[in-house]
């Protein structure tokens, strides 16, 4: 069984990555360090509304900014990645004695 505080950081920590703008900006800041100028989003979004999505991702310690004069370098923190994947529910093969897919389908993937 799963600690309720252990799913209360895991699901924080997935709720922050869930908005689609969110995703793309730690995709591409999982590529190299950024300066906020050449974020970019599709569909493309204002500025404030720009710093309001880096600014739930700092809060969930998945980015950090380093100022550069009047310009913010941003960067995914060291353990970024591996407290993602760890947040991710790991199926227990054992509880049901049933076979896990190695490759399951994305939902709504056609095949």
Do not use: F
């Not at 720009?50 to 913010?72: D, F, M, N, P, Q």
């Amino acid at each position: 069984m799963i600690e309720s505080s252990q799913v209360e950081v895991s699901t924080s920590l997935l709720a922050a990555v869930a908005d689609p703008i969110r995703w793309q900006l730690i995709s591409q800041l999982s590529e190299e360090k950024r300066c906020v100028c050449q974020l970019r989003t599709e569909p493309e979004i204002p500025a404030n509304l720009l710093s309001y999505h880096l600014k739930v991702l700092r809060e969930a310690g998945l980015i950090v900014g380093t100022r550069r004069g009047r310009w913010i370098d941003y960067q995914l923190t060291d353990d970024a990645m591996d407290r993602l994947h760890a947040a991710l529910p790991v199926p227990d093969s054992r509880a049901c004695g049933c076979a896990v897919d190695p490759e399951p389908a994305l939902a709504g993937a056609r095949q």
